[in-house]
Nanobody, 113 residues
Framework: QVQLTESGGGLVQPGGSLRLSCAAS????????MHWYRQAPGKERELVAFVTSGGSTSYANSVKGRFTISRDNAKNTVYLQMNSLKPEDTAVYYC???????WGQGTQVTVSS
């Protein structure tokens, strides 16, 4: 069984930055592709970014150039550095491992002045 625990969300002004963390339990973190999703009120959950076991990354067009996903296999943790935040980035952010279908509980990010 794998448990994912997100942290780092909060309230930030437009143009600000936050770094989200997702700590994973279990032995297979280093070989798993890790995803960040987000879900805004009244909208479907959408993929924000993912990082493969080899370190390759991919981003949604809406966050490209502003967000950076990274991983630390020694700490079983994946990060999402979010810069130049916009009000439309407001959502609950979730960590996800597709193989096995594991989700974290989510962390709220609110971008507002």
């Amino acid at each position: 069984q794998v448990q994912l625990t997100e942290s780092g969300g909060g309230l930030v002004q437009p143009g600000g930055s936050l770094r989200l963390s997702c700590a994973a339990s279990g032995r297979h973190f280093s070989v798993s592709t890790m995803h960040w999703y987000r879900q805004a009120p009244g909208k479907e959950r959408e993929l924000v970014a993912f990082v493969t076991s080899g370190g390759s990354t991919s981003y949604a067009n809406s966050v490209k150039g502003r967000f950076t996903i990274s991983r630390d296999n020694a700490k079983n943790t994946v990060y999402l550095q979010m810069n130049s935040l916009k009000p439309e980035d407001t959502a609950v952010y979730y960590c996800h491992i597709p193989v096995g279908g594991y989700w974290g509980q989510g962390t709220q990010v609110t971008v507002s002045s």
